[in-house]
């Protein structure tokens, strides 16, 4: 059992560059999550997911972009990096209720130059 | 809004002390409350989580209580070890009017022998 897992792991991009991460859990979870952490400001929410087929907006959301086509993956991009952009980005899953604990993949540190 | 706020750290204490963090929030609604731990390198892992006011989560000799009437879900433990030693995250999640999750700026905990 995977859990949840992102990949690459580790990426430098130039500004401008696109690029996408991948994220993957195998417990039939409807939620997941994109985050951004930034240090002093914790994780913030780029994008949700409810379902498959279903995507939403976070707290910033601005420069990125996710599909949710497969259950079990959700993918994020980003079309043209930006410095701004350079941090470590986790993605995270859960069942169906606001109350459920979300589970974590290992993270993506991301450095645009 | 909606946001949580947490002590700034680093806490540094020595083995066996006893660990308080505090976590304050501000949320319309009943919003549930969440305790995560981030070890170096990792993800964010469930510390412990309570879902209605009075509830108590206490999980690996951690324990936090819902306090509504001071909206504040402080950590404790009794004796801390140098395996503790992490960042730790207040987290809040509610689902009126959109769904959303809010993470505190998370607090470095370091332990010494």
């Known amino acids: 059992n995977a859990g949840v897992t992102q990949t690459p792991k580790f990426r430098v991009l130039k500004t401008g560059q696109s690029m996408t991460l991948l994220c993957a859990q195998d417990m039939n979870h409807e939620y997941m999550y994109w985050y951004r952490q930034d240090p002093g400001m914790g994780l913030r929410l780029i994008h949700y997911s409810v379902g498959e087929g279903t995507t939403a907006k976070g707290e910033v959301p601005d420069g990125y972009n996710v599909s949710r086509l497969k259950k079990q993956n959700f993918l994020l991009g980003l079309e043209s990096a930006a410095p701004s952009q350079t941090s470590v980005y986790f993605c995270?899953?859960?069942?169906?209720?606001?109350?459920?604990?979300?589970?974590f993949g290992p993270g993506t540190r991301l450095t645009v130059l | 809004g909606n946001s949580v706020t947490q002590m700034e750290g680093p806490v540094t204490l020595s083995e066996e002390a006893f660990l308080t963090i505090n976590c304050t929030y501000t949320a319309t609604g009943y919003p549930s409350l969440f305790w995560y731990v981030q070890y170096p390198g990792e993800g964010l892992q469930l510390l412990l989580k309570a879902t209605k006011a009075d509830d108590k989560g206490s999980n690996k000799g951690f324990e936090a209580t819902y306090r509504k009437e001071t909206t504040s879900f402080h950590l404790e433990k009794g004796s801390v070890q140098v395996s503790d030693s992490a960042v730790y995250f207040c987290?809040?999640?509610?689902?009126?009017?959109?769904?959303?999750?809010?993470f505190g700026a998370g607090t470095r905990l370091f332990v010494k022998a």
């Open positions: 995270a899953s859960s069942r169906a209720t606001t109350s459920d604990t979300q589970y």
């Open positions: 987290a809040l999640t509610r689902n009126t009017g959109g769904f959303k999750t809010i």
